[in-house]
């Protein structure tokens, strides 16, 4: 059986009771840490929103910066086969130097 924890995130007025895995406890306090901070970002820069679109504007928030890193992260593949095309044709240009 896996090594869990039960850890409490706290949310304004809202608790969440959960069990994690050990190893992943620090993820949720991350995880805690950033939502506070993007919920506290739009409620100063929005003022009067209810605390639903306030809700609203970190969870895009926060799923556009996953989508964002995502993305860039599926990125690492097409480098990977364009770096050998790369190295082809700097050798061309150098060749193409010498020969000049």
Do not use: C, H
């Amino acid at each position: 059986m896996e090594d869990t924890l039960s850890i409490t995130l706290r949310f304004g007025t809202w608790t969440l009771p959960m069990t994690v895995k050990r190893e992943e406890e620090y993820i949720y306090r991350q995880a805690e840490k950033l939502i506070k901070e993007r919920y506290s970002f739009y409620t100063s820069s929005y003022p009067g929103q209810s605390k639903e679109m306030y809700l609203v504007m970190t969870i895009l928030d926060i799923a556009v910066q996953s989508k964002r890193q995502e993305t860039e992260g599926n990125a690492e593949p097409i480098l990977e086969r364009l770096r050998p095309l790369l190295s082809e044709v700097e050798a061309a240009i150098a060749d193409d130097k010498v020969k000049r």
